[in-house]
Nanobody
């Protein structure tokens, strides 16, 4: 069984912060270090979009332009977990945030390249 479980979403006022966590479990993630991990989000009426991704080592990360300088992705391979620190949140950041995993490297921003997805966690930012 393959499972990605997100947590940490919630309701926050504009300018506030949240930290999302994603824990991986299952046989497919026995070698968690071999996976590129990503965060995506989907707002009501919009398509799912890339937010951030990190390579196996944690040394290479990519961010969507709207979140650069405000969000930070990190990972702890020993805990099979990936995190998204979100600062200076804006109402337009309101969405369901999904954790995703893809074997190997590359294709950080390509939604279709991630075979494993979590169930999502709601983030709501009020103005």
């Amino acid at each position: 069984q393959v499972q990605l479980v997100e947590s940490g979403g919630g309701f926050v006022q504009a300018g506030g912060s949240l930290r999302l966590s994603c824990a991986a479990s299952g046989r497919a993630f026995s070698i968690f270090i071999s996976y590129t991990m990503g965060w995506f989000r989907q707002a009501p009426g919009k398509e799912r979009e890339f937010v951030a991704a990190i390579d196996w080592s944690g040394g290479i990360s990519h961010y969507a332009d709207p979140v650069k300088g405000r969000f930070t992705i990190s990972r702890d391979n020993a805990k099979r977990s990936v995190y998204l620190q979100m600062n200076s949140l804006k109402p337009e950041d309101t969405a369901v945030y999904y954790c995703a995993a893809r074997p190997g490297g590359g294709g950080f921003t390509d939604t279709s390249g991630y075979p494993y997805w979590g169930q999502g966690t709601q983030v709501t930012v009020s103005s």
